[in-house]
């Protein structure tokens, strides 16, 4: 209400109030001049009967003739009497009439209807097995996660990605798709000179596709709009098709990381293995012979051989000496013999020790010397035989449980020909507009009117 109306008002009341009190004193005035012009009229010895006057009401708590009349609220001035326009009402015809007629003529007479095409698909591997355990982690998000999970994850956000809209770009053509003629001009793609990138078309395409990986079950829905039938069915064959590539690169990614660090162990086992048998090799090369073990074993032999002929012939000598003199012919090359034998024998024990020289040093070394180097050499040749035979084995393991453990995309519901448009709800749509407008606008009025009483 405003102050020009409520000075109206009071106004109004204040003559209400005059009014009442002067019919109050014109009904005293009329009494009062009656009673006096009939008592100065009137003879001395004329009696003159005295009003009448009733006995007052004692239930009566207050005289009557006193007590003001209730106020009377004057009715608010109506449009026409004040000339002033309903903002309410224009208001109401803008905010609310207004969009729910265009949206009753968009969605009736210019929206194109869209089709729609699903499919359902899942990412399997062998580790894929129901079990409580992950029912539960994918309820309560503190567990049960797999490599398929996250493969579903990765499929999903393939699905948004500008990468996939490249590739339907480049086979099914999508700009020609959505900016044909059979779409409206409000639901068409718009590509505009400055903003006709792949970015802008991702931006669009996400509003035409949706997608939803279900977590407990691993189902990953897909479904896209197209304005014909038969471009919703290749745009959602050639997306599929899109992902299976997808899940077959990142299964042979995982193998070969798989066999990646098996094979570069296999390979430091081949080095190590060719080292040393070039090793062993170049040590037969400088010493001349194939098997120092052999000959330290033959010349072992030949030393005990040698061994046994000085004791016998040591025997031969003592037992001549207990008949024969000294100096006898025969015990003489008795101990001739023997002294060559043990000369011998001493060759060859130096042959297999180290050389001693003159002045205390070592010499150069002999057998048991060569022996010992070719032994090292041999150890280690054996040693990276044994590591490069291990190698060869684990690199055959993992590409074996890299084949068990590959995964593949599995479509369990094929995209099909759809019949019948399910977008826009022309119904539903207006009726949401219908709503939204009258919110708007009761939430408006609401702030409207608080804000004038504020300021009154």
Not at 37 to 48: H, P
Not at 172 to 195: C, G, Q
Not at 206 to 213: F, M
Not at 294 to 302: N, P, R
């Amino acid at each position: 209400m405003s102050r020009a109306e409520k000075a109206e008002l009071r106004a109004a009341r204040r003559a209400r109030r005059a009014a009442i009190a002067a019919t109050a004193d014109a009904s005293a005035g009329a009494v009062a001049p009656t009673t006096g012009r009939d008592l100065t009229t009137a003879s001395a010895n004329t009696v003159v009967p005295l009003p009448r006057r009733d006995a007052p009401n004692r239930r009566q708590l207050a005289p009557t003739s006193y007590a003001e009349p209730p106020a009377v609220i004057a009715p608010a001035p109506t449009v026409a009497a004040t000339g002033k326009p309903n903002y309410i009402r224009i208001s109401a015809l803008l905010a609310i009439a207004l969009p729910t007629l265009l949206a009753t003529i968009y969605y009736a007479f210019i929206a194109a209807p869209q089709y729609v095409a699903e499919a359902r698909f899942a990412v399997r591997g062998p580790e894929d097995s129901p079990s409580p355990t992950d029912a539960l982690g994918a309820l309560t998000g503190l567990g049960g996660s797999t490599s398929t999970s996250g493969d579903s994850y990765i499929v999903a956000q393939f699905i948004e990605s500008a990468q996939l809209v490249g590739n339907l770009q480049r086979g099914v053509d999508l700009r020609r798709v959505y900016t044909s003629d059979k779409a409206d001009f409000v639901a068409r793609y718009r590509p505009y000179d400055f903003e006709d990138t792949i970015e802008h078309l991702t931006t669009f395409w996400n509003s035409v596709a949706w997608v939803y990986y279900e977590p407990i079950s691993g189902v990953i829905t897909f479904t896209v709009r197209a304005f014909t039938p038969e471009d919703a069915l290749r745009i959602a064959r050639d997306t599929v098709r899109e992902s299976e590539k997808l899940v077959n690169k990142l299964s042979e990614r995982s193998r070969e990381d798989a066999i990646s660090l098996a094979k570069q162990e296999q390979s430091r086992a081949e080095l190590r293995l060719k080292f040393a048998r070039k090793a062993v090799q170049e040590y037969r090369d400088r010493m001349g012979e194939t098997d120092p073990i052999t000959a330290a074993t033959a010349k072992s032999t030949l030393i005990a051989t040698l061994e046994a002929d000085l004791a016998k012939a040591e025997a031969d000598i003592a037992g001549r000496s207990a008949f024969l003199n000294k100096d006898a012919p025969s015990l003489r090359v008795a101990r001739q013999s023997a002294d060559s034998i043990r000369s011998q024998i001493a060759q060859e024990k130096a042959k297999i020790g180290a050389q001693t020289t003159q002045d205390g040093k070592g010499g150069s070394p002999r057998m048991s010397a060569n022996l010992a180097e070719f032994e090292a050499l041999q150890t280690e040749r054996d040693i990276a035989q044994t590591a490069y035979t291990a190698a060869t084995t684990s690199v055959e393991t993992a590409r074996m449980r890299a084949e068990q453990q590959a995964r593949y995309l599995a479509t369990f519901v094929e995209p099909h020909l759809p019949e019948d448009s399910l977008y826009p709800a022309r119904l539903q749509m207006v009726m949401l507009v219908l709503l939204c407008s009258a919110l708007a606008w009761a939430i408006g009025v609401l702030i409207f009117y608080g804000i004038r009483d504020h300021t009154a």
